[in-house]
Nanobody, 127 residues
Framework: QVQLVESGGGLVQPGGSLRLSCVVS????????MAWFRQAPGKEREFVAT????????LYADSVKGRFTISRDNAKNTVYLQMNSPEPEDTAIYYC????????????????????WGQGTQVTVSS
């Protein structure tokens, strides 16, 4: 059984930086496609970042492109989300998720295609 555990959330000032971590157990990182999602109060869960086998580059939501970076350390079985220049609108619970490698490109941003989730970590952007 795949288990995902996020950490690194907290309070950050606008324009600062924060790095979230997601430790994966029960399977190697190469066994699944990993992604980050977030959910703000009163809003639906939304896609933040992921990879797809059809591209060598990571894929990002337009709202975070150029500010957030997804990365991985296969040796540590850990996925990261580096958040630079966060804005108050980035305040949310951030979730790490895993999906099958077979999910096609047009479906990778949908939460419903990710059967495995972490418990989430709260990120609050405020001065």
């Amino acid at each position: 059984q795949v288990q995902l555990v996020e950490s690194g959330g907290g309070l950050v000032q606008p324009g600062g930086s924060l790095r979230l971590s997601c430790v994966v157990s029960g399977a190697g990182l190469r066994s699944y496609a990993m992604a980050w999602f977030r959910q703000a109060p009163g809003k639906e869960r939304e896609f933040v970042a992921t990879w797809h086998r059809s591209s060598s580059n990571a894929l990002y939501a337009d709202s975070v492109k150029g500010r957030f970076t997804i990365s991985r350390d296969n040796a540590k079985n850990t996925v990261y989300l580096q958040m630079n220049s966060p804005e108050p609108e980035d305040t949310a619970i951030y979730y790490c998720a895993a999906r099958s490698l077979s999910v096609i490109y047009s479906e990778i941003s949908k939460p419903g295609n990710h059967p495995y989730w972490g418990q989430g970590t709260q990120v609050t952007v405020s001065s």
